[in-house]
């Protein structure tokens, strides 16, 4: 069962990663992020556009954010500029870590109930496992995106969480 504390921890490591990630990505060229690695996203872009816009996809049902206009499939040009895919992602950050800590247990604990485009259909399934699957797709891509920007020779430091997150 995970709580209102571990979903703040999750979304403090979330932020802090996605801070260490696209400052190294950052350092590289639009060409160089572009570029098709072999990636489900294609490039690192392309990944972190996804992630983008899959987490304000959630934050829709969550928290009553706007959903993005693109579909799945054109999820990884949710922003065509890096600078506003930055901006972006920062402004995501902070707005899960302010829903994150303002959680309330019953709401944590109970359904969630949407129409899921991917599926076709409305699902029900319960929100401890939702909010696991947000942060659990987050690490999954940038583990994906971590490993691109390893290859292009960037460092983005430690990875783990209880490195990353102070005690």
């Known amino acids: ?7 703040a921890m999750m979304a403090a490591y979330n932020a802090e990663m996605n801070r260490r990630l696209y400052a190294a990505a950052g ?4 060409e160089e992020r572009r570029r098709d690695r072999g990636a489900f996203w294609r490039s690192i872009h392309g990944t972190f556009s996804h992630l983008v816009w899959a987490d ?3 934050m829709s049902r969550f928290a009553g954010w706007e959903r993005p206009a693109q579909k799945l499939a054109e999820s990884d040009r949710f922003a065509a500029d890096f600078a506003a895919l930055a901006a972006s992602r920062i402004e995501a950050d902070a ?5 994150a800590a303002q959680l309330d247990p019953a709401w944590l604990a109970g359904d969630q109930t949407w129409f899921s ?6 699902m029900i399934r319960p929100r401890m496992l939702l909010v696991t699957h947000f942060f659990n797709h987050q690490t999954h891509h940038r583990g994906q995106a971590h490993a691109m920007l ?5 460092r ?10 102070p005690a």
């Not at 069962?1 to 979903?7: L, N, Q």
């Not at 707005?95 to 829903?99: N, V």
């Open 150 to 154: 390893t290859a292009a020779g960037e």
């Open 95 to 99: 707005g899960i870590s302010t829903w």
């Open 56 to 58: 304000r996809t959630w």
């Open 27 to 30: 350092r590289l060229t639009d």
């Open 1 to 7: 069962m995970i709580t209102p504390a571990w979903v």
């Open 156 to 165: 983005t430091g430690d990875t783990d969480l209880q490195l990353v997150l």
């Open 117 to 122: 485009g991917a599926a076709g259909h409305d």
